[in-house]
Nanobody, 121 residues
């Protein structure tokens, strides 16, 4: 079993920065791919940023140039660095990870519980 725990959300003023972390624990050989999604009240969940092994990160147009996704496979951790935050970035942010099982060497998908990001003055 694999668990994802996100942290780093909170209240920040417009123009501020936050760094979200998503730590995977359990029977993991390595991380294969990861993504961050967000969902604001009344809106559909949207893909914010994604990365995969050997590929270049991709970003939603609305966050391009402001957000950066990265991962540290030695710590089974995925990050989302968010700069120049805007009120419209307010949402619950969730991480999504494709992890290779340590025991079966198969790839399985996992979701975190989400962390609230609120951008307001």
């Amino acid at each position: 079993q694999v668990h994802l725990v996100e942290s780093g959300g909170g209240l920040v003023q417009p123009g501020g920065s936050l760094r979200l972390s998503c730590v995977a624990s359990g029977s993991i050989h390595s991380l294969y791919a990861a993504a961050w999604y967000r969902q604001a009240p009344g809106n559909q969940r949207e893909l914010v940023a994604a990365m995969s092994s050997g590929g270049s990160p991709t970003y939603a147009d609305s966050v391009q140039g402001r957000f950066t996704i990265s991962a540290d496979n030695s710590k089974y951790t995925v990050y989302l660095e968010m700069n120049n935050l805007k009120p419209e970035d307010t949402a619950v942010y969730s991480c999504n990870v494709d992890a290779i099982s340590e025991t079966t060497m198969t790839i399985n998908e996992y979701w975190g519980q989400g962390t609230q990001v609120t951008v307001s003055s």
